[in-house]
């Protein structure tokens, strides 16, 4: 069974920086692309920023280009999000998302709480 385990949230200042991390288990997570999405109550889920397995390329929604990083570490089974530049509307669950495509399954993590203060 696949699991998803983020960390690194926390309680930061407006223009400070964090990196969560995602580590993977359970499944073969170098064939899977890899996204994280943020959660705050009473909105929609966000995606966030994604990168693929194939080639590792990556996007971004257009409220953390330039600010957020993803990176991923195969060996590892682990996927990171520099965030810099931190805002008090990034205020928000941060999960982990690992899509499998058509044929394998999809896995969510529980999420990481990341506050920043004005």
């Known amino acids: 069974q696949g699991q998803l385990v983020e960390t690194g949230g926390g309680l930061v200042e407006s223009g400070g920086s964090l990196r969560l991390s995602c580590v993977a288990s359970?499944?073969?997570?170098?064939?899977?692309?890899m996204s994280w999405y943020r959660q705050v109550p009473g909105k929609t889920r966000e995606a966030v920023a994604s990168?693929?397995?194939?080639?590792?390329?990556?996007t971004y929604s257009g409220s953390v280009k330039g600010r957020f990083t993803i990176s991923r570490d195969n060996a590892k089974n682990t996927v990171y999000l520099q965030m810099n530049s931190l805002k008090p509307e990034d205020t928000a669950v941060y999960l982990c998302?690992?899509?499998?495509?058509?044929?394998?399954?999809?896995?969510w993590g529980k999420g990481t709480l990341v506050t920043v203060s004005s």
């Open positions: 359970g499944f073969s997570f170098s064939i899977y692309s």
């Open positions: 990168i693929s397995a194939i080639d590792e390329s990556t």
């Open positions: 998302y690992a899509g499998g495509g058509s044929y394998l399954p999809a896995y």
